[in-house]
């Protein structure tokens, strides 16, 4: 059996030993030895092999950008002498291990003054002396114990939704203190029944009760008003006007009562009904703050790129590189904008932009765009074009993404105007009765109508069931940004999916082996060979290789074609493996269907200079995909498949998904977008689920987008929703679930109208005492919410049945 | 019952004092963050080996 990694658990192909602990690779067991020379072995004993793997990940030129005082400075929240605070981004905070060594910093690097983490936000705040670490050394020792930030120059828009939180909670903790005293000091008043007994005391009490009731009013309760008055000065009656005229109408009653002598008013109810209401929608807002939904494409940039200035390296912004720069791109760094390539060696990475997951090979001259990554070694590129107006980023100067989604009005707006007519269709019938019967009735049972009757317990029933449910669906993994989202999910009939890295599995991907059955000796040779090539696909052939033959060979001369091939003298073996043009090109016959097959991901393979066979890359599908998509088709769903690769897999596509489905290839970005569009155009609502950077503008386009991810979150372009790729299999179940949300909020929008029914029978008749007032406003309150936690909790049973 | 206006004002004043260290626990950003604390209280402090060896030394040499 393979033996785990000491560091971060991973299989060990090659094992590497350190007195008694096994490690994957050099990079793990370097971390491993940084902490014990540190004594920060204790990291180990908190969780079980918790690091993270090194392999290959650490580069430490790729931080020279961090050396430019105009981007570190941007970085660099608050300086003052040689201190320095920093905050960081680190999505791979995953557990109680991560938060002991990222708060342990300091005994690695003295320059380190603190460290404290931020577990749910994955946030890190490093205040560090200048003098003795610089930001670029700061980042570096990061990275080395695997925790890389994910650095973007984002301004201080989380300092801003920080402060609003705040107010939130001010409001709620001022809300809460009127409400329970106001309640408390209301006690004798319910429970005496002349005003005799209390005397001065009553009015002393009242008096208080007033003074505590303004600040509900003016502070707590300004969000509604403000709402309200925006709302209708846009002509549009929203939730909150029908709301916001309860809570004043109540208020004036009460001074009238109170001035007047004839009675203490219904304060409790009005500020008992603000605190509850604020809970609501804190509760409902509290959602994932670790996440970024609003990224375009300069979070996926490198904040900085090394230009050659004659002959020199200097680092400089991304924003400031202009036309007709040469640009040094090293191993594994993106293309900042669309260039034409200078130097030989270049292999380029476009999964992220077109979806196509084997490497190209480009030749000196010919383009290279923005978004790819290089996978050979160093090479200079001049750039054509700025970088706002490459090929990808240009998709973000179209209108399409420049305007806001439209959210679409919630299905409670135009209940609670219904609810509003009817409720002033009361008040002016019962109104019109009292005038009859005793004109003196008239204003009390009016204003009881108005004070009873507020849409509140609707608003109620509302925010708690969708915090809730937002919270079962995160559960499930499928992170939403909002409660909108849950709204517009309900609406959607028609589903297109997008396919390398969201039915398939980016990390996974398997070779398969056709041709004549090579012999032990012949494997030997070939992994030998492969092994000296740094392609992507040679290393996959080399670790395909390894699993069936562990020996190595010596080989008497290798020649290496960048992009091409190889060709090789090994152990008496002649050895050419490479692309099918550059096995024809080195004269060797193949088959047909080979031959045919020029694009895509192929290896071929000849020896002596006979035809072997081939090596395919097949991208494996995610767990229980088929089931899935049937199951959509069932629930009535359209589907609908658009993938940037070539359509290599259409018939294993065809066969996995059936015949009717719309599949369409070799898609652009901007005819992903324009896809979303026309099914829009045709009255379809759509939900686009998609990965990459190509995806975005169709996940921007489309009324709900869903982002589907495999690594920690790291990137995942602007969308509505966050999906962790191995939960794809219930999306079936997490969509029907965020449907019973509608359900839900129904079923109890009728118990909270038989509420309403009684307070009106007693609103009507002109009877509704303060004390009837306070014993219905928590009991309807608090049921509604008990019942929305327990019907969202008996409806999650499907998902809950999946973790 | 006069005195009762007194004890009012009293526990409203004492009801005052609570929400005031809400507030300023808010503004402290004391609940900016309501798990992470959770996690760290689990964390040994870690002494460093020359220091253990300094407070051995130390109530001898007195």
Redesign the interface.
């Known amino acids: 059996m393979s033996i785990a990694c000491y560091h971060c658990g991973a299989d060990c192909l090659e094992t590497i030993q350190l007195e008694d602990k096994s490690f994957c690779c050099d990079g793990c067991k370097m971390v491993f030895k940084l902490l014990d020379e540190n004594?920060l072995c204790?990291y180990y004993d908190l969780s079980d092999m918790p690091g993270l793997t090194a392999k290959g990940h650490f580069v430490s030129e790729k931080y020279n950008y961090l050396d430019n005082t105009a981007i570190s400075e941007q970085l660099i929240q608050f300086k003052l002498g040689e201190q320095a605070h920093v905050v960081f981004y680190l999505p791979q905070i995953h557990c109680?291990s991560c938060?002991?060594l990222l708060?342990n910093l300091h005994k690695i690097n003295a320059g380190i003054i603190q460290s404290k983490?931020?577990?749910?936000?994955k946030e890190i705040k490093i205040v560090f002396n200048t003098s003795l670490i610089s930001l670029k050394q700061v980042v570096q020792l990061l990275a080395f114990v695997g925790y890389e930030p994910v650095i973007h120059l984002g301004g201080n828009d989380w300092l801003k939704k920080?402060n609003v939180n705040?107010k939130q909670?001010?409001k709620i903790?001022?809300a809460g203190?009127c409400f329970?005293?106001i309640m408390m000091?209301s006690f004798p008043e319910y429970l005496s029944n002349n005003a005799v007994e209390l005397?001065?005391?009553r009015h002393?009490?009242i008096y208080?009760n007033l003074l505590?009731s303004l600040p509900v009013l003016f502070y707590s309760a300004s969000g509604f008003f403000i709402s309200a008055y925006t709302g209708l000065r846009q002509k549009w009656l929203n939730i909150d006007a029908p709301i916001a005229l309860a809570i004043a109408v109540t208020f004036s009653r009460s001074v009238y009562e109170i001035l007047s002598q004839t009675g203490a008013g219904y304060l409790d109810s009005m500020s008992g009904i603000v605190f509850f209401m604020l809970i609501g929608r804190w509760f409902q807002d509290k959602s994932y703050d670790s996440f970024a939904f609003d990224r375009d494409y300069h979070s996926f940039f490198p904040l900085g790129v090394t230009v050659l200035e004659e002959g020199k390296e200097v680092n400089k912004a991304l924003s400031s590189l202009i036309k007709g720069e040469m640009v040094l791109l090293r191993t594994d760094e993106m293309i900042p904008a669309d260039a034409v390539l200078l130097t030989e060696g270049a292999l380029i990475d476009y999964s992220f932009v077109t979806g196509e997951n084997a490497p190209i090979a480009v030749a000196i001259g010919e383009m290279v765009y923005a978004g790819g990554i290089q996978k050979g070694r160093s090479i200079q590129l001049e750039v054509l074009k700025p970088v706002g107006q490459s090929y990808i980023t240009e998709l973000w100067n179209s209108p399409v993404l420049k305007t806001e989604k439209n959210i679409e009005k919630s299905f409670v707006h135009p209940w609670s105007q219904y609810f509003t007519i009817i409720l002033f269709l009361i008040a002016i019938t019962s109104g019109i009765y009292w005038s009859i019967y005793d004109s003196h009735k008239i204003l009390p049972a009016v204003t009881a109508v108005l004070i009873v009757a507020c849409p509140c317990s609707l608003l109620l029933t509302v925010s708690f069931t969708y915090g809730n449910v937002l919270r079962w669906l995160g559960r499930g993994k499928l992170y939403c940004k909002n409660a909108s989202v849950i709204e517009a999910m309900h609406k959607i009939d028609t589903i297109v999916f997008d396919k390398t890295g969201t039915l398939t599995n980016h990390d996974e991907t398997h070779l398969e082996y056709t041709g004549t059955a090579l012999t032990v000796k012949e494997m030997v040779a070939v992994k030998s060979v492969t092994r000296e090539s740094l392609h992507p696909l040679s290393k996959m052939i080399t670790q395909f290789l390894r699993l069936q033959v562990s020996d190595l060979a010596e080989f008497q001369q290798i020649e290496n074609f960048i992009g091409k091939g190889t060709k090789a003298y090994c152990d008496g073996f002649e050895i050419i493996i490479g692309s099918a043009s550059f096995l024809m090109s080195n004269g060797i016959v193949m088959e047909d269907s080979v031959e045919k097959n020029i694009e895509g991901s192929l290896v071929c393979l000849a020896i002596d200079g006979l035809y072997k066979g081939c090596f395919k890359i097949n991208h494996s599908y995610r767990n229980e995909i088929e089931p899935m998509m049937k199951a959509l088709q069932a629930m009535g769903y359209e589907l609908h498949l658009l993938s940037g690769d070539h359509p290599t897999e259409k018939v294993h596509l065809v066969q996995l998904l059936g015949n009717e489905m719309p599949m369409l290839f070799e898609q652009s970005p901007a005819d992903k977008l324009n896809y979303i569009e026309t099914l829009q155009n045709k009255g379809h609502r759509v939900m686009m689920v998609g990965d990459g950077l190509n995806d975005a503008g169709a996940l921007q386009k489309s009324n709900v987008g869903i982002a589907v991810t495999d690594q920690t979150h790291l990137f995942t372009p602007a969308s509505d929703a966050i999906l962790e790729g191995g939960q794809m299999y219930i999306l079936k179940n997490l969509i029907d679930y965020a449907k019973k949300a509608k359900l839900i909020i129904i079923f109890i929008f009728i118990l909270s109208i038989l509420y309403n029914i009684i307070g009106m029978y007693f609103a009507t008749s002109a009877r509704l005492s303060p004390m009837v007032a306070a014993i219905l406003m928590p009991i309807s309150s608090i049921s509604i919410v008990a019942l929305s936690a327990l019907l969202s909790y008996l409806f999650s049973s499907k998902l809950r049945a999946y973790n | 019952?006069?005195v009762?206006?007194l004890l009012?004002v009293v526990s409203?004043f004492v009801?005052?004092g609570?929400?005031l260290a809400?507030?300023w626990s808010?503004?402290t950003g004391q609940?900016?963050?309501?798990?992470?604390p959770s996690?760290?209280i689990?964390?040994?402090d870690?002494v460093?080996?020359d220091q253990k060896e300094e407070l051995k030394i130390l109530p001898s040499s007195k």
Not at chain 1, 117 to 121: G, L, S
Not at chain 2, 31 to 36: E, S
């Open positions: 004594g204790q109680v938060v002991w708060e983490t931020h577990f749910e936000k920080k705040k909670l001010y903790g001022i203190f329970s005293n000091l005397g001065p005391l002393f009490i208080i505590l | 019952m006069s009762f206006i009012i409203v009801a005052g609570f929400l809400f507030l808010v503004k609940m900016d963050d309501d798990y992470t996690v760290r689990l964390f040994e870690s460093k080996v």
